[in-house]
């Protein structure tokens, strides 16, 4: 069942899956790492200016005026604050009103823009050294002594790296160890969404190869549209086979007998001695012969119309071409009977879904009925009601016999075979072409008198 | 077993600062010559250093002893003009040490030594404690009888009380614009403690004396001009009550301030190697039994040692800690308040 050159392989879904899952992981990976990073780098800066401003903040706070001079008793709070950045090297300086600088180091950057901002942060150098620099204002206005009063405060940047380092390092590890469990689940999850895909795999592979029945199996939604796919790839398989299979079957019943028929009539022709009755004996051999080429042509156009109900698509056609083609093609018959035919057909289009081909063969079988069984005048009619679509073939003739009638819908009737006429294989390819097209076949009397075969059909709308 | 040693007791000229004595160490021509500057006292210091150059060949050095403010401000004016003219520097003015890192004048040395030393003695990587010599008081045993020996600061606040009180005016202690370890000591008295306030006012209440030295002062004890002396450095004190029976030491047991002696290694030492070296040998096994031997490292928290009844124990030992708080001591301002605070007390010693 398996041939190798057939089949052909793409990349795997579970190799797909880990290609996008690894895509995933990476380039989310880079793209969470320098945030994690610029976040850490964020974090450390605001928890580290905030002591800075702390420290500034004691500073200002332990400003008091005396004898007009502003004096800064500084507290040891604001360098206990700052030794929580316990490596990093420490500067301040207070400047007065006047630029003075009234304490700390006099090589302490001042902030480039005074702005009015009571609080500012800015970065610059300190002993070679990066260093960040808060500056906080305190504003005086006494008699003795007012103006704004600038507590410059500035460390190095050793702590705020190692934070911002340490956050990064743990997010990483947090990211990391996430992209492991989601390549693991992503595994799992592949692994457990493929294993249907196994099972109906072991479940065909396991299958008799002549057994065309739907595999019935649970599987999950996904893959039930390719359960269901293959098991009408099945169904129709099993439908064609079939009707090979009847084909086969058919024919060689019914070829049988006008062959055996025929076989004798030639026997007897070829022990006549008599030349006239020889001559009629090959005149019965030739119409059995004809008789039997017509009952090849139909059975093939059986075989062909049931082959086509599965396989053709279906398309928009009006029954109204179809009762003019049967028509058409009935005026090049050997039966034509021309004027005696009627066609009665409304104004309006007719639609139905449906294949042109099988439908104008079944009619054809109807008319040919008609034509050979039936009583004149017939006609051939189309029409619409309640939404069935409906081709009808009336004569005025009693109808085929009750016993063909019966057994009409069958795949096909002895007695057309045992004539070795074809009325019953006509009628049999009328009701399959019906029955393909989600139809029925009516065959009954007319109240009026005469009788009516006709194909009913669902009408589309446009 | 001795090293080579000479002395040179002379005086050099240096415009503005000036060392008080120097001393060579080593071998004659030695192929590198260390300089260290300290303010360790040569005698006191010299078996370590001979100690040291046993373990080494061919290496040279050069002791200077300084005064702690002279050696901050030249070092101070060395880092600003970006030279290094020494390879060490110890000092126990350590917030002035700590001055010298925060200006980044130092550099960085990592090794198995240094890694033991304790968070509180090392900063930076730059700058650490080497000895362990607590702030004590010193009395006299003939005068002060034995039910009257201050064991903790309020003693001494009790002793200095009563109106006709005999300790009064023969109490002596440092003059802190004299002496920075003396500043230092006062300091970190004011930040540790409120009763630093009381003993202030009591000792200027007495009339109480503020002098430079710790030698004078320990003098002053034995020879009876004082009775007790306050916050001196343990060191100084214990060496001399070795040989001196009347002289009695005390560790205060509300709190005891302990130094370590800072050490630091400019920054763009010429011999900065062998600076290393003679850090890492400070720090380690020999360098400590040298440095206890010296009475440079002395045993408090329940060891054996020197230190008589009173001693500390355990939560009251207060490690000066080198860091950036010391800085405060710097402050211009701070320090002119706390000065002038001081001078408030003892208007006697005003010049």
Request: aromatic share 6%.
């Amino acid at each position: 069942m398996r041939s190798a050159p057939h089949e052909k392989v793409s990349l795997s879904l579970t190799a797909r899956v880990a290609l996008a899952v690894t895509g995933v992981l990476l380039i989310g990976g880079v793209f969470v790492s320098l945030a994690a990073f610029a976040y850490g780098r964020q974090a450390a800066r605001e928890a580290y200016d905030r002591l800075l401003i702390g420290a500034a903040n004691d500073i200002a706070a332990s400003i008091t005026v005396r004898d007009g001079q502003a004096v800064v008793d500084l507290p040891r709070s604001a360098f206990q604050l700052l030794a929580l950045a316990p490596d990093d090297r420490i500067i301040y300086r207070v400047v007065g009103p006047a630029g003075q600088t009234l304490t700390g180091y006099e090589t302490a950057p001042l902030p480039k823009e005074s702005m009015g901002k009571d609080q500012s942060f800015f970065d610059a150098d300190f002993g070679g050294e990066p260093a960040r620099y808060a500056t906080v204002i305190r504003r005086f206005a006494e008699r003795s002594f007012s103006g704004n009063v600038h507590v410059i405060v500035g460390h190095t940047t050793l702590a705020r790296r190692d934070l911002a380092l340490d956050l990064t390092r743990n997010a990483l590890f947090v990211l990391s160890i996430t992209g492991a469990v989601i390549a693991v689940l992503a595994v799992l999850a592949v692994r457990s969404a493929l294993r249907p895909l196994d099972n109906i795999g072991e479940v065909l592979g396991r299958r008799d190869p002549y057994d065309l029945t739907p595999i019935e199996m649970t599987v999950p939604r996904e893959a039930a549209v390719m359960m269901s796919s293959l098991n009408g790839f099945m169904a129709r398989l099993d439908r064609q086979v079939s009707s090979m299979r009847n084909l086969i079957g058919d024919t060689a019943h019914q070829l049988r007998t006008p062959v055996a028929a025929i076989r004798a009539q030639a026997d007897l022709a070829a022990e006549e001695q008599d030349e006239t009755r020889r001559q009629k004996i090959v005149e019965r051999i030739h119409r059995r012969s004809v008789g039997l080429g017509r009952l090849l042509d139909q059975m093939l156009s059986r075989a062909l119309v049931i082959h086509r109900s599965d396989t053709v698509r279906r398309e928009v056609i009006d029954l109204r071409d179809i009762a003019v083609e049967v028509l058409e093609d009935s005026d090049h018959d050997v039966l034509s009977v021309g004027d005696d035919v009627r066609l009665d057909l409304p104004e309006d289009p007719v639609l139905v879904m449906g294949d042109a081909l099988s439908l104008t063969e079944a009619s054809k079988n109807l008319l040919n009925n008609a034509m050979r069984h039936g009583k004149k005048p017939i006609t051939v009619g189309v029409s619409v009601q309640a939404g069935q679509a409906r081709l009808s073939v009336t004569d005025a003739g009693q109808g085929p016999p009750a016993e063909i009638l019966s057994r009409a819908g069958e795949r096909f009737a002895r007695s057309a075979a045992s004539k070795s006429e074809s009325a019953g294989l006509g009628l049999a390819i009328a009701y399959s072409v019906a029955r393909a097209h989600d139809g029925q076949m009516l065959m009954e009397p007319q109240p009026s008198g005469g009788f009516v075969a006709a194909i009913i059909l669902p009408a589309t709308e446009v | 077993m001795k090293a080579f040693l000479t002395a040179m007791m002379t005086m050099c000229v240096v415009p503005a600062f000036a060392q008080e004595a120097t001393a060579v160490f080593g071998p004659d021509d030695p192929k590198q010559l260390m300089t260290i500057r300290s303010t360790t006292d040569i005698a006191v210091f010299g078996p370590v250093v001979d100690a040291f150059l046993e373990t080494q060949t061919d290496i040279g050095i050069l002791y200077e002893q300084w005064g702690s403010n002279d050696l901050f401000a030249l070092s101070k004016a060395d880092c600003a003009a970006g030279r290094a003219s020494a390879d060490m520097l110890i000092s126990s003015g350590v917030h002035q040490m700590v001055q010298l890192v925060n200006d980044a004048c130092a550099q960085a040395h990592r090794s198995d030594a240094t890694a033991g030393v304790r968070d509180e003695l090392i900063w930076r990587d730059e700058l650490w404690g080497v000895t362990r010599e607590p702030a004590v008081m010193v009395y006299n045993r003939d005068l002060v009888p034995y039910d009257e020996v201050p064991q903790s600061r309020f003693d001494l606040l009790d002793l200095l009380r009563p109106d006709q009180s005999r300790y009064a005016g023969r109490v002596a202690t440092y003059d802190i614009e004299a002496s920075g370890l003396g500043f230092l000591f006062a300091f970190i008295d004011s930040q540790e403690a409120t009763t630093f306030g009381g003993l202030l006012e009591s000792l200027g209440r007495t009339h109480a004396i503020a002098t430079c030295c710790s030698a004078e002062i320990i003098d002053g004890v034995a020879n009876g001009q004082y009775l007790v002396a306050y916050n001196v450095l343990g060191s100084y004190a214990l060496a001399r009550a070795e040989k001196d029976t009347r002289i009695g030491v005390i560790a205060p047991n509300d709190y005891t301030l302990v130094l370590s002696r800072a050490v630091m290694i400019p920054r763009g030492a010429e011999n900065a190697g062998l600076a290393t070296a003679f850090l890492d040998f400070l720090l380690s096994d020999t360098g400590r039994a040298q440095l206890r031997e010296a009475l440079l490292i002395v045993p408090i928290d329940g060891e054996e040692g020197e230190l008589e009844a009173g001693q500390a124990s355990g939560g009251v030992v207060r490690p000066i800690t080198l860091a950036p708080g010391l800085l405060v001591a710097l402050d211009r301002q701070k320090r002119e308040s706390f000065i002038r605070r001081w001078r408030e007390t003892f208007p006697s010693n005003a010049q």
